[in-house]
């Protein structure tokens, strides 16, 4: 497969486009294409224009709806329970977020609990924008069941990543990482491409340990960090659950499926404060200063190689993969050829 | 060494009898030897027994008080700072959760911030009271720096614990874990019994990889998980310095020494809710009958083991390592002594 090279502008349009044309009002398919180009532009392809495809037919069958924005409910004073009505992931949590940002400040924590609502694509990117803005953010998001527990053999928890921002200059540690060791799309990538896994990442369907990608789909993928990294995931996810009332386990869908509702659930929370404002960058940077095992590779903080790529990604563009960019230019010249025919 | 067997009672008592004698107010006394003993009770001697020696130091030279319990101030209606005017961890840390219990359920989420307050000890012990009443409960502190960044080579980072309770039947989910791959009295414990480490586990001063316990102890410990855990035990402690002030990085002191002032920063949030408070204890004893990779070891929920082992304790007691027991029965001895004198 050869890369298509494009620039940021014209990937986000394209998507724009096509999301404009499922039925997406415009602001809310500016949102939902930001977030995908965004995740390519640092570096995180799983998370970005592959995502479309499945989204606009999601769209097209009324599995995600192109206007919903959330139901609000204050449940008290700092906590905003919204249900997502199937609305783009993106276009509920932005909107919930800014929603609570007001009660974080006047209360000093405010949180947001979401159900019934899309993949919200990179968890780093809503915690960053929170911390852009003063804010402490943690969000938490469960997902279909893939990862295996320690000491256990079958697919029971999602990759239940974990998003934390705390602000700093010149910019804020952005921390944004799955409970897995790796993710299901790696081992899709690896069957793909016909690359063995590296051994401890994946069981096949009978529990076996396997470094066979084709077996691996059909099986679990890893926690990272062993007992610690399972107890995190789990932990995350039943936190989910308890305060969201949101599907679990098995019973999750609609992130990587066409057809099933979604109906996991996401968490931010908000905090503000800050007496220590000016020692977090001064923290950070010893952190970076400090002696790195490979003289070339200075140790980075969680957020550093992502704006990296970002800023080369904002100066040079992105490579998409040759196929998929094929599918969304022709999904775009069909678009055109019924606007032209109208 | 051979160990000392006693029950749980005369465990606690003696531990009383030597706060109160260091001048600590009886139900002060009782909440910090009810930390340490539950400590020794879930098998985390880390935790336990071993720290009152050096806590007595401390009250002795001043480093700790025995009567600060907190001074409270509310920077928001959820969010309460404390000044832990260096009282005992358990003490303060308490009377703080238990202040912002009303706030968590009438606005849906409410924080406690702390500073200048000594060891908490074991963290678990905290979220899982609250999870007990009904609230899902997040800990974090930070410590001194004894863990070397992900590509780093010097002591950057405490082991950062988290603690995060979630209620369900008939227990709650209590995770209690570092950040670190193993802790620093695992080394000392290595040294002390001649054992070598295991590859991974630690750096020299020098930033070598070392397998030697007694060069570890001069050099640094491994974040757990690679990358992440790392990013995860940075963003937990970058996030208690930006919202207590409190201390970072190698300025961090008085939970390891008799001689500084604890400087380190407590964080905990709670959150009421809870749409999926059956959910959740559905889910957790799904995933305890998944199949596990040894049939006689079935999956466990974090926490499960701590329980299992408390009750135990309870039931047959527990070991203390005997020159441990020693040292704290002479220090009784020299109380009664003592009192007789008088």
Redesign the interface.
Known sequence: MVDVHTDLLTAQALAERLLITAGVPAPAAAQQAELLVVAEAKGMPSHGLLRLPRLLRRLANGTASPTSTGRHHW?????L?VDGEQGLGPVVAVRALEAIVPAAE??????C?ITNNNHLGMLGYYAGRMADRGL?C?GITTSEALVH?W????A??GTNP?A?A???RPAP?V?D?A?SQISMGKVHDHALRGVPLEPGWALDAK?NETIDPDAAKDGSIAP???A??Y??G??????V??????A???AVGGTLDDDHLSNK?DLF?L???????H??T???D??RR?????PA?P????GDGARTRYHESVAHGIEIADDLWRELTALDAERREAVLAD
Do not use: H
Not at 241 to 246: H, Q, R
């Open positions: 449940s008290g004073p700092s906590y329970t006047q209360y000093g924590v405010a949180v609990s402490v943690l527990p000491g256990g053999t079958e029971m928890l974990l934390l705390v602000p700093a540690l921390l990482m409970t529990g990272f960090g062993g610690k990294g107890g995190l789990l932990g995350l996810g039943a936190m659950t308890f305060l969201t009332g949101a679990y386990g098995t659930g929370i905090l503000s404060g800050g007496g220590g404002r020692s977090t001064e923290y950070l010893q952190v400090s002696r790195p095992a490979d590779s140790v980075a903080v969680p």
